[in-house]
């Protein structure tokens, strides 16, 4: 018996991998029954009974052979909602709500139109296949909006409205995505971006009189990475594995120092370095799911607006989050760092729409200067309900977890509850394929922290 299941590049970064629901079959090409842009992978049993290695593994982790465009040719409407209340204390806002629409064909068969709508920011990018040769794909973008650049002091798990600000911005992106593997089932893909934003600061309500703001500026960032193979962007993917390298420099036109009397900077340039290794399976029998993943930075100049932050439970807050589960969102600021994170879940009933999802994250952490707290080392726990509807245009997971090095009123642990909400518009046109939006950041918008405060 032979089932056909279509798999799709997916750009701007990652690789989508879509999986036959009974993954445990054998894998060939058959690139006659494919459109452009998209692959359809024959799966074969064998035997009758489930076969699988951990070759198969890595042919399923990447784009097709003969697909060369890193555009995605998928039509998408979905809308994502995610958010954490913490239940002691007080800390930044943390969640996002967005519709996401993704536009093949527009106005010609080799533009793509993306866009990303928030409460009152919005995020655009149109694409343009195969414009530097046939590895090779560009992409011009624009986005801006309220509440964008604002910041949130946080030390030793307190939040500091008087030193807090709102900061709005916008900026104009160009990005070159090219695949160096063509011929392989793992993509290769170089990544170049270069990025003009400026941002306009104002004070909130609460800053404090005697806080002097940090000046308006213009920057530029420059972003490259390296990446081999890819995740595909759900709560619990099926299957993935990703191998990447990336460095990212931002230059600023005006740097002075800020703050209460002077006491913090803004660095005219920034240089930050990290990579991750990150792997997902699940076990074809009995659909238990696990993915781990390691994430690592370093830092050169860094100041409060360009240091690695961590904390919070969203995993979909940004293309590389770095979640510690139980602590408030971005709470940490880190100089340098090394994250292990962890997940594992596994159904509760016979149709698998109902699951149990545990999770757990440490990380070793050299604090940014100005921001340090006791201890090197943070870890967090946590568990959640996760609810899928036959059709998979719903996911939803409620979630509590427990930071337990999460420092509250001079104490240890800290804990939170939160919510995670996909809806897809397209699930069963499109085969139940989710989606992804990796330059879209939902922390640049506050308009939801307007809505509700901070």
Not at 268 to 291: C, D, I, M, V
């Amino acid at each position: 018996m032979e089932e056909t299941v279509r798999w799709t590049a997916r750009w701007p970064a990652n690789h989508a991998i879509r999986v036959n629901p009974r993954s445990s079959y054998l894998i060939r090409a058959d690139k006659s029954a494919c459109r452009e842009g998209a692959v359809c992978v024959t799966t074969t049993r064998v035997n009758g009974r489930p076969q699988w290695n951990w070759f198969v593994i890595l042919i399923c982790l990447g784009a097709s052979a003969s697909a060369h465009a890193q555009i995605d040719p998928e039509k998408r409407r979905l809308f994502q909602l995610g958010y954490n209340q913490p239940l002691q204390g007080r800390g930044p806002l943390s969640g996002y709500l967005f519709y996401y629409f993704n536009e093949p064909g527009f106005l010609q068969t080799n533009l793509t139109l993306r866009l990303a709508i928030a409460p009152v920011y919005v995020d655009s990018e149109l694409g343009i296949r195969h414009v530097l040769g046939p590895n090779t794909d560009l992409a011009v973008g624009l986005a801006g909006g309220g509440f964008a650049d604002s910041y949130s002091e946080m030390r030793l798990g307190k939040l500091l409205r008087e030193e807090s600000f709102t900061g709005h911005g916008g900026e104009a992106a160009v990005s070159l995505y090219h695949r160096f593997n063509p011929d392989r089932q793992i993509p290769l893909s170089a990544i170049v971006r270069l990025l003009g934003h400026y941002t306009v600061f104002e004070r909130d309500d609460v800053t404090a009189p005697g806080f002097k703001l940090p000046p308006d500026h213009a920057a530029l960032h420059w972003r490259t990475g390296l990446r081999w193979g890819g995740r595909e962007p759900l709560m619990l993917p099926s299957l993935a594995m990703e191998l990447s390298a990336w460095y990212e420099g931002q230059y600023r036109t005006d740097a002075e120092p800020y703050g209460l009397n002077g006491d913090r900077d803004l660095k005219y340039h920034s240089h930050l370095f990290w990579g991750r290794a990150l792997l997902a399976y699940t076990l074809p029998e009995l659909k238990h799911n696990f993915s781990v993943s390691l994430t690592a930075g370093t830092s050169l100049n860094a100041d409060r607006f360009s240091a690695f932050r961590m904390g919070g439970a969203l995993p979909l807050i940004s293309e590389f989050p770095l979640t510690l589960p139980g602590y408030y969102f971005q709470e940490l600021s880190a100089d340098r760092f090394a994250l292990l994170s962890g997940q594992y879940s596994l159904p509760l009933d016979r149709a698998k729409r109902w699951g149990l999802m545990l999770s757990a994250a440490t990380a070793a952490i050299e604090y940014l200067p100005g921001l340090e707290q006791p201890g090197r080392w943070n870890s967090g726990v946590g568990g959640g309900i996760v609810f899928r509807s036959k059709s998979e245009a719903w996911h939803i997971v409620l979630g509590y977890a427990y930071g337990i090095d999460a420092i509250r009123d001079g104490e240890r642990g800290a804990h939170s509850v939160g919510i995670l909400i996909q809806y897809d518009l397209e699930a069963d046109r499109r085969g139940k394929k989710p989606f992804w939006d990796p330059w879209l950041n939902p922390n640049k918008w506050r308009g939801f922290d307007r809505l509700f405060g901070r």
